[in-house]
């Protein structure tokens, strides 16, 4: 074995260990999530949550704030000012404040928060480590496999949450559904998708497969970051329904979904992101067009991953068209995005596995 080969031996290695030792402070970052809703349900913020919510505007002072009072160690009482934010889906809608977060507004479950975001920073750090390694390795962009796409997209979705997180945006509470399908992620790529280093089928050295799969990698990331605040919607949406039609939410909706913010931020919050990602979703299908007529003299074959693409695209096109054209905000606007999301999971899971194409010289 020559040098340049031992070398490239040892930096595959080196990535292995970096993406294992990603999975256990990702885990580590999960019980810290946990810990994060389990202390911040024990306030009385959290408790008092659903009332809040469902009274709307009561307890609020001239300036818009809502009064909470909690409870102070020698029996007295501390006054609290939450501003009260309101947001409106569509007309005729109900208007409510955005829930206190997983951490419910106190000390503790905030500490906790805060040791997730950063356990999850380090993870993702780590993380970024073994894909860069990984691609010393075979000496070529990282995502010529399913393993390899596989770790460089949960990594990217992780770096999408931080970015929000950075610029100050209310996304904390999407922290442990995120880490949970990153370890998931992981779990699948590591077990099941793993393939070693190895180079690329000839058609694959291009420069178009640094433009084309890595913005394939970034829509997946921000597609799924909407599909999680379209999926926590529908439940706050249950939620606030139930509240507003005089019903009693279980412990559950009590404990974890009165913390969530509004269904219409939740609403609007997967919209923006789903129409913020779309226009790269059109130019990687354009850039993999071009790239398929430098490879194999045509730019459209139907072949399976080009149609389910550009099925993707035409159910994101739809969800949006309907947000924009039809006035289709809530609920129906929410199974189209569900929707539109299952395709580019089928796209990737589905295509890349069960289905024959140009698309699977690749192997899994």
Same mark, same amino acid.
């Given at each position: ?175 442990? *559904? ?21 180079? *690329? ?164």
């Amino acid at each position: 074995m020559n040098l340049a080969a031992a070398t490239n031996e040892n930096l595959a290695h080196t990535s292995n260990v970096l993406i294992y030792s990603s999975m256990a402070v990702y885990t580590l970052a999960f019980f810290a999530h946990i810990a994060e809703w389990v202390f911040g349900s024990r306030s009385k913020v959290g408790r008092t949550a659903a009332a809040l919510t469902g009274a709307g505007a009561e307890g609020a002072d001239a300036a818009g704030s809502v009064k909470v009072q909690v409870a102070q160690k020698g029996g007295g009482t501390a006054v609290l000012d939450r501003p009260k934010v309101v947001t409106r889906s569509a007309a005729g809608t109900r208007d409510v404040p955005d829930g206190p977060g997983a951490a419910g507004g106190t000390f503790k479950g905030d500490l906790y928060g805060r040791m997730a975001v950063s356990m999850t920073v380090l993870a993702f750090l780590v993380q970024a480590g073994g894909v860069i390694a990984r691609a010393l390795s075979v000496q070529r962009a990282p995502w010529g496999n399913m393993y390899e796409f596989s770790i460089t997209f949960s990594t990217v979705a992780v770096g999408a949450y931080l970015t929000l997180l950075a610029l100050k945006k209310n996304v904390r509470w999407m922290g442990l *559904l995120l880490v949970t399908t990153v370890l998931l992620d992981l779990g699948i790529a590591t077990t099941v998708l793993y393939t070693s280093s190895d180079q *690329l089928v000839p058609a694959l050295h291009s420069y178009w497969l640094w433009i084309h799969v890595s913005t394939a990698i970034i829509c997946g990331a921000v597609f799924y970051i909407g599909a999680v605040a379209t999926l926590l919607y529908l439940f706050r949406d249950s939620y606030e329904n139930k509240l507003a039609s005089g019903g009693q939410p279980g412990s559950f909706a009590q404990s974890v979904l009165s913390r969530l913010p509004a269904a219409a931020s939740l609403d609007k919050f997967s919209y923006r992101i789903n129409a913020a990602v779309f226009p790269l979703w059109t130019f990687t299908i354009i850039a993999g067009a071009i790239w398929a007529g430098d490879a194999w003299g045509r730019y459209w074959g139907w072949d399976p991953k080009e149609v389910w693409s550009f099925i993707t695209w035409v159910a994101y096109a739809c969800y949006l068209h309907a947000r924009a054209t039809a006035g289709w905000k809530g609920r129906k606007a929410a199974y189209l995005a569900l929707i539109a999301f299952g395709c580019w999971l089928f796209n990737y899971y589905g295509v890349n596995i069960f289905v024959t194409g140009k698309h699977s010289y690749a192997g899994v």
